[in-house]
Protein backbone atom coordinates (compact mmCIF):
# COMPACT_ATOMS: atom_id res chain seq x y z
CA UNK A 1 0.00 0.00 0.00
CA UNK A 2 1.27 3.53 -0.46
CA UNK A 3 -2.31 5.02 0.04
CA UNK A 4 -3.99 4.96 4.17
CA UNK A 5 -7.81 5.86 3.60
CA UNK A 6 -8.82 7.29 6.91
CA UNK A 7 -13.06 8.66 7.67
CA UNK A 8 -14.26 10.62 10.61
CA UNK A 9 -16.39 7.82 12.13
CA UNK A 10 -15.96 4.31 13.52
CA UNK A 11 -19.50 3.73 11.40
CA UNK A 12 -17.77 4.22 8.14
CA UNK A 13 -15.37 1.13 8.46
CA UNK A 14 -17.71 -1.80 7.63
CA UNK A 15 -16.52 -5.64 8.13
CA UNK A 16 -13.81 -6.45 4.89
CA UNK A 17 -15.03 -8.56 2.97
CA UNK A 18 -11.58 -10.82 3.21
CA UNK A 19 -8.54 -11.27 5.23
CA UNK A 20 -6.62 -9.52 3.37
CA UNK A 21 -8.26 -5.93 3.36
CA UNK A 22 -7.14 -3.27 5.59
CA UNK A 23 -8.60 -1.18 7.59
CA UNK A 24 -9.04 2.56 8.27
CA UNK A 25 -8.00 5.27 10.70
CA UNK A 26 -10.77 6.83 12.38
CA UNK A 27 -10.05 10.54 13.16
CA UNK A 28 -12.11 11.91 16.27
CA UNK A 29 -14.04 15.19 16.63
CA UNK A 30 -11.81 17.85 18.37
CA UNK A 31 -13.40 17.72 21.82
CA UNK A 32 -12.05 14.53 21.76
CA UNK A 33 -8.91 14.25 20.64
CA UNK A 34 -6.27 17.03 21.28
CA UNK A 35 -5.02 18.76 18.39
CA UNK A 36 -1.61 17.37 19.14
CA UNK A 37 -2.34 13.59 19.06
CA UNK A 38 -4.37 13.81 15.56
CA UNK A 39 -1.54 15.89 14.29
CA UNK A 40 1.39 13.04 15.78
CA UNK A 41 -1.18 10.30 14.35
CA UNK A 42 -1.76 11.72 10.79
CA UNK A 43 2.30 12.36 10.29
CA UNK A 44 2.42 8.80 11.05
CA UNK A 45 0.66 8.00 8.65
CA UNK A 46 1.80 9.93 5.83
CA UNK A 47 4.96 8.62 6.86
CA UNK A 48 4.37 5.05 7.01
CA UNK A 49 2.35 4.88 3.66
CA UNK A 50 3.25 8.63 1.78
CA UNK A 51 -0.10 9.58 0.93
CA UNK A 52 -3.54 9.50 2.98
CA UNK A 53 -7.07 9.93 1.77
CA UNK A 54 -9.76 11.31 4.26
CA UNK A 55 -13.16 10.39 3.18
CA UNK A 56 -16.24 12.69 5.27
CA UNK A 57 -19.64 13.37 4.81
CA UNK A 58 -20.45 16.53 3.29
CA UNK A 59 -22.86 17.40 6.63
CA UNK A 60 -19.29 17.33 9.17
CA UNK A 61 -19.80 19.66 11.48
CA UNK A 62 -17.64 23.00 11.22
CA UNK A 63 -15.36 22.15 13.79
CA UNK A 64 -14.53 18.80 12.50
CA UNK A 65 -14.16 19.50 8.97
CA UNK A 66 -11.63 22.71 10.62
CA UNK A 67 -9.90 20.61 12.15
CA UNK A 68 -9.13 18.27 9.14
CA UNK A 69 -7.88 21.08 7.21
CA UNK A 70 -5.75 22.27 10.19
CA UNK A 71 -3.73 19.29 10.39
CA UNK A 72 -2.98 19.49 6.44
CA UNK A 73 -2.03 23.02 6.80
CA UNK A 74 0.46 22.30 10.20
CA UNK A 75 1.72 19.41 8.25
CA UNK A 76 2.27 21.36 5.08
CA UNK A 77 1.51 18.48 3.11
CA UNK A 78 -0.14 18.18 -0.33
CA UNK A 79 -0.04 14.17 0.09
CA UNK A 80 -3.24 14.42 2.28
CA UNK A 81 -6.53 14.06 0.30
CA UNK A 82 -10.00 15.57 2.02
CA UNK A 83 -13.23 14.25 -0.23
CA UNK A 84 -16.31 15.50 1.05
CA UNK A 85 -19.16 12.74 -0.09
CA UNK A 86 -23.22 13.42 -0.56
CA UNK A 87 -23.74 9.80 0.14
CA UNK A 88 -26.04 8.95 3.11
CA UNK A 89 -23.68 7.47 6.43
CA UNK A 90 -24.24 3.46 5.48
CA UNK A 91 -23.26 4.41 2.07
CA UNK A 92 -20.22 5.89 3.05
CA UNK A 93 -19.34 2.74 5.04
CA UNK A 94 -19.27 1.19 1.45
CA UNK A 95 -17.78 3.26 -0.78
CA UNK A 96 -14.72 3.71 1.92
CA UNK A 97 -14.61 -0.46 1.91
CA UNK A 98 -14.21 -0.14 -2.16
CA UNK A 99 -11.79 1.58 -1.55
CA UNK A 100 -9.71 -0.38 1.07
CA UNK A 101 -10.15 -3.01 -1.62
CA UNK A 102 -8.72 -1.12 -4.27
CA UNK A 103 -5.92 0.26 -2.22
CA UNK A 104 -4.24 -3.20 -2.44
CA UNK A 105 -4.04 -3.07 -6.10
CA UNK A 106 -1.26 -0.90 -8.05
CA UNK A 107 -3.20 2.01 -8.54
CA UNK A 108 -1.53 5.29 -7.74
CA UNK A 109 -2.57 7.90 -4.70
CA UNK A 110 -4.40 10.41 -7.43
CA UNK A 111 -6.59 7.59 -9.00
CA UNK A 112 -7.38 6.08 -5.92
CA UNK A 113 -8.25 9.35 -4.51
CA UNK A 114 -10.74 10.11 -7.44
CA UNK A 115 -11.82 7.00 -7.48
CA UNK A 116 -13.91 7.82 -4.63
CA UNK A 117 -16.21 10.43 -6.95
CA UNK A 118 -16.20 7.61 -9.80
CA UNK A 119 -17.46 4.72 -7.47
CA UNK A 120 -20.38 6.94 -5.73
CA UNK A 121 -21.99 6.89 -9.27
CA UNK A 122 -22.60 3.00 -8.39
CA UNK A 123 -23.69 2.92 -5.06
CA UNK A 124 -27.14 2.29 -4.42
CA UNK A 125 -27.77 4.08 -1.20
CA UNK A 126 -31.09 4.49 0.81
CA UNK A 127 -33.34 4.13 4.10
CA UNK A 128 -37.01 2.34 5.04
CA UNK A 129 -38.50 5.28 7.09
CA UNK A 130 -41.07 5.19 9.38
CA UNK A 131 -41.69 9.26 8.46
CA UNK A 132 -40.68 11.76 6.19
CA UNK A 133 -42.06 14.37 7.67
CA UNK A 134 -38.34 16.01 8.56
CA UNK A 135 -36.44 14.49 5.15
CA UNK A 136 -34.88 17.01 3.24
CA UNK A 137 -32.42 15.09 1.24
CA UNK A 138 -34.74 14.42 -0.87
CA UNK A 139 -38.13 16.00 -2.43
CA UNK A 140 -41.29 15.08 -0.36
CA UNK A 141 -44.35 15.71 -1.51
CA UNK A 142 -47.43 17.19 0.79
CA UNK A 143 -48.93 14.06 0.33
CA UNK A 144 -46.21 12.50 1.61
CA UNK A 145 -45.58 14.22 4.39
CA UNK A 146 -49.28 14.04 5.63
CA UNK A 147 -49.39 9.77 5.26
CA UNK A 148 -46.02 10.19 7.16
CA UNK A 149 -48.35 10.60 10.40
CA UNK A 150 -50.60 7.81 9.21
CA UNK A 151 -49.82 4.63 11.87
CA UNK A 152 -47.82 2.21 10.60
CA UNK A 153 -46.52 4.24 7.20
CA UNK A 154 -43.31 3.46 5.73
CA UNK A 155 -41.67 4.85 3.30
CA UNK A 156 -38.57 3.39 0.77
CA UNK A 157 -36.07 6.41 -0.13
CA UNK A 158 -33.39 6.16 -1.94
CA UNK A 159 -30.46 10.12 -2.45
CA UNK A 160 -27.80 7.66 -4.62
CA UNK A 161 -27.51 7.63 -7.56
CA UNK A 162 -30.54 9.45 -7.79
CA UNK A 163 -33.84 10.22 -5.65
CA UNK A 164 -36.37 7.96 -4.90
CA UNK A 165 -39.56 7.81 -2.47
CA UNK A 166 -41.97 5.09 -2.26
CA UNK A 167 -44.75 4.65 -0.01
CA UNK A 168 -44.86 0.91 0.88
CA UNK A 169 -48.50 -0.52 0.66
CA UNK A 170 -50.07 2.05 -1.29
CA UNK A 171 -52.12 0.47 -4.67
CA UNK A 172 -49.60 2.66 -6.83
CA UNK A 173 -46.51 1.45 -5.30
CA UNK A 174 -43.56 1.43 -7.79
CA UNK A 175 -40.36 -1.00 -7.03
CA UNK A 176 -37.33 1.53 -6.47
CA UNK A 177 -34.84 1.61 -9.61
CA UNK A 178 -31.62 -0.10 -8.61
CA UNK A 179 -28.71 -1.36 -10.37
CA UNK A 180 -28.55 -3.50 -13.11
CA UNK A 181 -25.20 -4.91 -12.73
CA UNK A 182 -24.17 -7.48 -10.11
CA UNK A 183 -24.18 -6.03 -6.66
CA UNK A 184 -24.03 -7.12 -2.38
CA UNK A 185 -26.94 -5.49 -0.63
CA UNK A 186 -25.40 -4.39 3.38
CA UNK A 187 -28.38 -3.51 5.63
CA UNK A 188 -28.43 -1.63 8.66
CA UNK A 189 -31.08 -2.51 10.69
CA UNK A 190 -32.53 0.30 13.35
CA UNK A 191 -35.62 1.28 15.14
CA UNK A 192 -37.90 0.15 12.25
CA UNK A 193 -36.55 -3.52 12.14
CA UNK A 194 -38.28 -4.50 9.01
CA UNK A 195 -37.78 -7.60 6.88
CA UNK A 196 -38.29 -5.74 2.98
CA UNK A 197 -34.91 -4.99 2.63
CA UNK A 198 -33.16 -8.68 2.90
CA UNK A 199 -36.46 -10.10 1.21
CA UNK A 200 -38.34 -7.76 -1.02
CA UNK A 201 -36.13 -5.23 -2.02
CA UNK A 202 -33.30 -7.98 -2.95
CA UNK A 203 -34.88 -9.77 -4.69
CA UNK A 204 -36.25 -6.46 -6.75
CA UNK A 205 -32.79 -5.66 -7.08
CA UNK A 206 -31.20 -8.77 -7.74
CA UNK A 207 -28.11 -8.86 -5.49
CA UNK A 208 -26.02 -11.70 -5.29
CA UNK A 209 -25.93 -11.62 -1.43
CA UNK A 210 -26.88 -9.15 1.65
CA UNK A 211 -24.53 -8.28 4.44
CA UNK A 212 -25.41 -6.69 7.89
CA UNK A 213 -24.03 -3.71 9.61
CA UNK A 214 -24.90 -1.55 12.46
CA UNK A 215 -27.00 1.30 11.86
CA UNK A 216 -24.71 4.32 12.18
CA UNK A 217 -24.79 6.82 14.87
CA UNK A 218 -25.52 9.81 13.05
CA UNK A 219 -28.55 8.37 10.53
CA UNK A 220 -31.34 9.10 12.34
CA UNK A 221 -29.70 12.56 12.11
CA UNK A 222 -29.32 12.47 7.87
CA UNK A 223 -32.58 11.15 7.52
CA UNK A 224 -34.58 12.75 10.06
CA UNK A 225 -36.37 10.03 12.05
CA UNK A 226 -35.16 7.82 14.50
CA UNK A 227 -37.35 5.13 12.44
CA UNK A 228 -34.64 3.61 10.20
CA UNK A 229 -33.51 1.23 8.22
CA UNK A 230 -30.62 1.89 5.65
CA UNK A 231 -29.88 0.27 2.66
CA UNK A 232 -26.99 0.62 0.04
CA UNK A 233 -25.91 -2.02 -3.36
CA UNK A 234 -22.55 -1.99 -4.57
CA UNK A 235 -20.08 -3.68 -6.55
CA UNK A 236 -18.41 -5.80 -4.34
CA UNK A 237 -16.04 -8.03 -6.68
CA UNK A 238 -12.53 -6.55 -6.81
CA UNK A 239 -11.65 -7.51 -10.09
CA UNK A 240 -14.40 -5.54 -11.46
CA UNK A 241 -13.86 -2.52 -9.18
CA UNK A 242 -10.04 -3.28 -10.82
CA UNK A 243 -11.44 -3.10 -14.30
CA UNK A 244 -13.92 -0.15 -13.99
CA UNK A 245 -11.18 2.39 -12.51
CA UNK A 246 -8.92 1.07 -14.87
CA UNK A 247 -11.16 1.67 -17.92
CA UNK A 248 -10.92 5.29 -17.30
CA UNK A 249 -8.27 7.93 -18.70
CA UNK A 250 -5.50 9.09 -16.74
CA UNK A 251 -4.08 12.51 -16.75
CA UNK A 252 -1.91 14.22 -14.88
CA UNK A 253 -2.19 17.33 -12.46
CA UNK A 254 -0.75 20.31 -13.61
CA UNK A 255 -0.44 21.63 -10.18
CA UNK A 256 1.00 18.75 -8.01
CA UNK A 257 1.72 15.97 -10.90
CA UNK A 258 -0.07 13.29 -9.63
CA UNK A 259 -2.51 10.75 -11.95
CA UNK A 260 -6.11 12.09 -12.00
CA UNK A 261 -9.98 11.08 -13.45
CA UNK A 262 -12.00 13.18 -14.15
CA UNK A 263 -11.51 17.31 -14.18
CA UNK A 264 -9.63 17.70 -10.63
CA UNK A 265 -7.30 16.28 -8.66
CA UNK A 266 -8.53 14.75 -5.10
CA UNK A 267 -4.83 15.99 -3.50
CA UNK A 268 -4.76 19.87 -4.39
CA UNK A 269 -8.27 20.51 -6.18
CA UNK A 270 -6.51 21.82 -9.54
CA UNK A 271 -8.30 21.87 -12.22
CA UNK A 272 -7.42 20.29 -15.98
CA UNK A 273 -6.16 23.30 -18.00
CA UNK A 274 -8.32 23.54 -20.78
CA UNK A 275 -6.97 22.86 -24.29
CA UNK A 276 -5.68 25.65 -26.72
CA UNK A 277 -7.35 25.68 -30.02
CA UNK A 278 -5.73 24.86 -33.00
CA UNK A 279 -5.52 27.89 -36.07
CA UNK A 280 -5.06 31.39 -35.67
CA UNK A 281 -4.42 33.33 -32.47
CA UNK A 282 -8.13 33.09 -30.67
CA UNK A 283 -10.25 31.24 -33.53
CA UNK A 284 -11.97 28.38 -32.35
CA UNK A 285 -11.83 25.02 -34.28
CA UNK A 286 -14.54 24.13 -36.64
CA UNK A 287 -17.65 22.82 -35.89
CA UNK A 288 -17.63 19.25 -35.50
CA UNK A 289 -13.61 19.70 -35.51
CA UNK A 290 -12.19 18.96 -31.75
CA UNK A 291 -9.46 20.83 -30.67
CA UNK A 292 -5.61 19.36 -30.17
CA UNK A 293 -6.11 17.04 -26.92
CA UNK A 294 -9.57 17.90 -26.42
CA UNK A 295 -11.12 14.73 -24.83
CA UNK A 296 -14.61 13.38 -25.65
CA UNK A 297 -17.38 12.71 -22.70
CA UNK A 298 -17.06 10.12 -19.88
CA UNK A 299 -19.47 8.02 -19.00
CA UNK A 300 -19.33 4.39 -17.43
CA UNK A 301 -17.04 1.76 -19.44
CA UNK A 302 -18.88 0.42 -22.77
CA UNK A 303 -19.63 -3.06 -21.48
CA UNK A 304 -21.06 -1.90 -18.09
CA UNK A 305 -23.44 0.81 -19.39
CA UNK A 306 -24.33 -1.15 -22.59
CA UNK A 307 -22.67 1.84 -24.66
CA UNK A 308 -20.89 0.90 -27.82
CA UNK A 309 -19.77 -2.26 -28.56
CA UNK A 310 -20.07 -4.18 -25.28
CA UNK A 311 -21.88 -7.55 -24.30
CA UNK A 312 -24.93 -6.63 -25.54
CA UNK A 313 -23.35 -5.72 -28.72
CA UNK A 314 -23.98 -2.85 -31.87
CA UNK A 315 -27.63 -1.82 -32.03
CA UNK A 316 -28.76 -3.94 -29.12
CA UNK A 317 -31.03 -2.10 -26.94
CA UNK A 318 -29.65 -1.17 -23.67
CA UNK A 319 -31.54 -1.99 -20.38
CA UNK A 320 -32.66 1.38 -18.32
CA UNK A 321 -29.94 2.80 -15.82
CA UNK A 322 -29.96 5.05 -12.89
CA UNK A 323 -30.40 8.65 -13.67
CA UNK A 324 -27.47 10.72 -14.01
CA UNK A 325 -26.21 11.78 -10.73
CA UNK A 326 -25.90 15.80 -11.86
CA UNK A 327 -25.68 17.88 -15.01
CA UNK A 328 -22.52 18.16 -16.10
CA UNK A 329 -20.66 15.75 -13.41
CA UNK A 330 -17.82 13.54 -15.63
CA UNK A 331 -18.90 10.15 -13.56
CA UNK A 332 -22.60 10.12 -14.40
CA UNK A 333 -23.33 6.64 -15.32
CA UNK A 334 -25.26 5.90 -18.44
CA UNK A 335 -27.95 2.96 -18.51
CA UNK A 336 -26.18 -0.25 -17.25
CA UNK A 337 -25.59 -3.39 -18.87
CA UNK A 338 -27.38 -6.70 -17.25
CA UNK A 339 -24.31 -7.76 -14.86
CA UNK A 340 -21.32 -6.75 -13.49
CA UNK A 341 -19.97 -9.86 -14.49
CA UNK A 342 -20.00 -9.00 -18.18
CA UNK A 343 -17.80 -6.43 -17.56
CA UNK A 344 -14.74 -6.17 -20.47
CA UNK A 345 -11.54 -4.07 -20.83
CA UNK A 346 -12.80 -0.62 -22.24
CA UNK A 347 -10.48 2.16 -22.22
CA UNK A 348 -12.61 5.64 -22.55
CA UNK A 349 -11.47 8.37 -24.95
CA UNK A 350 -11.44 11.07 -22.94
CA UNK A 351 -12.87 13.25 -19.88
CA UNK A 352 -14.85 16.06 -20.14
CA UNK A 353 -12.27 19.04 -19.23
CA UNK A 354 -14.92 21.50 -17.54
Known sequence: MTTALAVTSPDHV???PDRHTPGAHVFRPPEDQPLEVA???TQSLVD???????????????AYLHRLHALRALLESDRIALLPSRLPPL??????????QLSLCEFSPGVLGSAARLLTHYVHAGALLGSVARLDQVPVSLTAHAKSWLPGAQFAVTTAPGPQLVRLGAKDARPLAGPQFATRLTVAPGSLDSDWPRSTLAAQWRVTDVQEERLPADSAAWWGTGKVTEFAAAIADLPVLHQLVSSVRRDTCRWCGLELLGDRCAFCAAGLARPEPDGPAGQAPAPGVAAPGAQTELTAPAS????????????APAPAGPPPAGPGDPYAPGPQAATAADLRPAVHQGIPRS
Do not use: F
Open 14 to 16: LSP
Open 39 to 41: LAQ
Open 48 to 62: QYGYLVVVHPHTLPT
Open 91 to 100: GIGVLVRQLR
Open 304 to 315: VTGHGPGPLGPG
